[in-house]
T-cell receptor, first 112, second 114 residues
Framework: SQQGEEDPQALSIQEGENATMNCSYK?????LQWYRQNSGRGLVHLIL?????REKHSGRLRVTLDTSKKSSSLLITASRAADTASYFC????????????FGTGTKLQVIP | SAVISQKPSRDICQRGTSLTIQCQVD?????MFWYRQQPGQSLTLIAT?????????ESGFVIDKFPISRPNLTFSTLTVSNMSPEDSSIYLC???????????FGQGTRLTVV
C-alpha cells in the first residue's frame, strides 16, 4: 500500500495565490521528499527534508515536517501557471534497504 | 546529478506481445529502480535492479511478467511480457545515488496495450 496519503487530491487556484499540499505517512522515516510531475512524464525532485528537520525552504517552496503527527506540507508561494503539475510526497523509511515510496499525489492547476 | 535516457518514449502494442524498455544512465550507479504508474495513479515500485545479481521484486510483481536485465552499472532493461490492456501504464526507471537521497527519473515510457 502507499506510504503517503496526500490531501487534497486536486487543487485549483489563481495565479499569484499560495498552494498548500499535505502528506501523511504511516511509519518512521529517514527522510521525506517532494517531487513534481508534468503531464505524466518523468518526475523532478523538488526538496528533501530529513527526519530531524522541521522546516526547509527552496525558492518559492516551503516544506514542513511533523514527525509526531507523521505529516508534511508543501507550500508554493506566489504560484505561476508553470506550477501546474502533479505533486507527490515520497518517503524513505528508516533502517535497512532504503527505497523511495510515493504518496497518492496532488494535482495542482494554476489558472492564469 | 544523473541524466537518464529511457526509450521508447511511447508505444502501442498488441495484447499477448512483449515490450522491452531501455534505461541508460550517464554515470555508474549501484541501484536502478523500475516503477509503474497506472493512469491517474501514483508510482508503484516494480523492482530494484543491482548489477551482477537478480532483481528484487516488490509484492505483486513477478519475474516471469517483468523480467529485468542489468548487464552493467549504466544500463538496465525492463520487459513487459504477454501484455494485456491492464498493463497500459507509464513505466519509469530511476536511480538513487545513495542512501535514499534524491532520485533521478527518466522521462518514462507510455505504454498502451490494445
Amino acid at each position: 500500500s502507499q506510504q503517503g496519503e496526500e490531501d487534497p487530491q486536486a487543487l485549483s487556484i489563481q495565479e499569484g495565490e499560495n498552494a498548500t499540499m499535505n502528506c501523511s505517512y504511516k511509519t518512521s522515516i529517514n527522510n521525506l521528499q517532494w517531487y513534481r510531475q508534468n503531464s505524466g512524464r518523468g518526475l523532478v525532485h523538488l526538496i528533501l527534508i530529513r527526519s530531524n528537520e522541521r522546516e526547509k525552504h527552496s525558492g518559492r517552496l516551503r516544506v514542513t515536517l511533523d514527525t509526531s503527527k507523521k505529516s508534511s506540507s508543501l507550500l508554493i508561494t506566489a504560484s505561476r501557471a508553470a506550477d501546474t503539475a502533479s505533486y507527490f510526497c515520497a518517503t524513505v523509511v528508516s533502517g535497512g534497504y532504503q527505497k523511495v515510496t510515493f504518496g497518492t499525489g496532488t494535482k495542482l492547476q494554476v489558472i492564469p | 546529478s544523473a541524466v537518464i535516457s529511457q526509450k521508447p518514449s511511447r508505444d502501442i502494442c498488441q495484447r499477448g506481445t512483449s515490450l522491452t524498455i531501455q534505461c541508460q544512465v550517464d554515470s555508474q550507479v549501484t541501484m536502478m529502480f523500475w516503477y509503474r504508474q497506472q493512469p491517474g495513479q501514483s508510482l508503484t515500485l516494480i523492482a530494484t535492479a543491482n548489477q551482477g545479481s537478480e532483481a528484487t521484486y516488490e509484492s505483486g510483481f513477478v519475474i516471469d511478467k517483468f523480467p529485468i536485465s542489468r548487464p552493467n552499472l549504466t544500463f538496465s532493461t525492463l520487459t513487459v511480457s504477454n501484455m494485456s490492456p491492464e498493463d497500459s501504464s507509464i513505466y519509469l526507471c530511476s536511480v538513487d545515488e545513495g542512501s535514499g537521497t534524491e532520485a533521478f527519473f527518466g522521462q518514462g515510457t507510455r505504454l498502451t496495450v490494445v
